[in-house]
């Protein structure tokens, strides 16, 4: 028999909390489980009343069913969140019974239980968008590069139809050529948000200034916008979309920290970055780079948030999926850049972009044109309409053109004709043989050959072949005329060098 000295010291050894209250609501006894679940000890508990103890449990749920069970005299069974006086929240499953003393209330504590619960639902929940978001992505950049090769399609029937063109017919093939150039622009950013853009030589402050009218209707009125361009700053390799979406994303984030009013600048400057500060920034490469800064005067942020504001789905607002800085941060990575936060809570912040300086446009190509003058073009689109018409802008301008609709098509035409062709200008993905598989068959047998990829999607698709083959070119559809032949001229021009 155990003596009810010992029967005390058994009930403190216990993981469930036992606590023992009177029809006064004093607690006549408390184990020491149950002391900790309340975050006090017996010796501050017992003797006490509840309502001193814990200021304003009476007007809790839980101290009805305490009040019922007193009264009733009905055993009671739940789930407790209790907020504690420092405003933590405890989660407890409990088992009120009525005893001759009062009533007994059994305790077990399932905070981390809860807690864990909660933390896996938010990553379920998490994952889940993540993969409608990758969902939407695809069958986004799927219907832009289809919807590419139509507007090619269009874009080179309006080019072609406006080099003919006389009178007032002529203003209206301009403003299809306009609208054309405008739906192309959609689905450049259909395909930066689905992660599938293509990366060409572009001016960083010329796409920053054409962008000014999209910004300004994102801001109230209260919000200026100012820019501020530096000179001779190095062009970044990266998709237009691209640059508009960091832009868009960077903007959007400083005008909530701006409470709707106050002054963002978008600034451009070109700086080299030595080993020393390599060093201090993660990410960072040594060499020129091109800084793009969106800064605002807004809240600011302190250290902890700083820390973690490029996590996806992260935000300190509500109705924010945190995925906008989470973009910019993995778009400028993917280029080969990084992003640095300056921001102090009260003192606003500045977001500046790294990215590494692209080459401007080579001087000695100006006579490219003169250079490949008389060339024979091989070139593969499975798309009868699109080799048609290009076929029309080579043969215009002095070139041989052996045109085929398919990769096996273009090697028959090579085994016939290869000694002849100078240049090979083919689509990347195509039924049966794709044109990385085509260039890797070629270049077999003539290890220079120059190549021009060109596609509705973008050069992620050759990493998905297995890299980019070396010395080509790429060339995002849909095109002007003039951006193909300049591209055509410069290749081989370096071929005859």
Known sequence: MIHPSELVSVLDAILEGIQVV????????????AAHHGRSTKQALIGRSMLECYPGIENTPLFEVM?????????????????FPDGSVGHFELRIAPVPQGICVLSIDVTDR???????AEAEERLARAQRLEAIGVLAAGIAHDFNNQLMIIMGAGHAALAQAEG????????????????????RHLLANGGRAAASYIDPCRVAAGFEQVLLRSL??????????GRDVGAVNMDRGELEQILMNLVLNARDASSGV?????????????????????????????VIAVTDKGAGMDAATRARIFEPFFSTKESSSGLGLASVHSTVRRRGGFVSVRSEPGAGASFEVYLPSAPAPRADVVDARAASTGSTILFVDDMPEVGRLVAKFFEADSHRVLLATSGEQALALWHEHGAAVD?????????????????????????GLPVLFMSGFSDSELACAGGMPKDVAFLEKPFAPTQLLELVHELLARRAR
């Open 22 to 33: 009177s029809p006064e609501w004093r607690y006549l006894h408390v184990n020491d489980a």
């Open 67 to 83: 009040r019922r069970c007193m009264h009733e005299r009905r055993s009671h069974v739940l789930e407790n969140a209790f907020t």
């Open 114 to 120: 809860k807690q864990a619960e909660a933390a896996r």
């Open 168 to 187: 007032p017919i002529r203003e209206e093939i301009e403003t299809i050529l306009a609208a054309a150039g405008s739906a192309a622009q959609m689905t």
């Open 220 to 229: 109230p009125t209260q919000i200026e916008l100012a820019f501020d361009m």
């Open 262 to 290: 106050g002054r963002i600048t978008i600034s451009v400057r070109s700086t080299c970055l030595g080993p020393e500060f390599t060093a201090s920034h993660p990410g960072a490469r040594v060499g020129p780079h091109t």
């Open 423 to 447: 240049l090979l200008v083919t689509d990347i993905s195509m039924p049966g043989l794709s044109g990385p598989d085509l260039v890797a068959r070629m270049r077999a047998q003539r290890p």
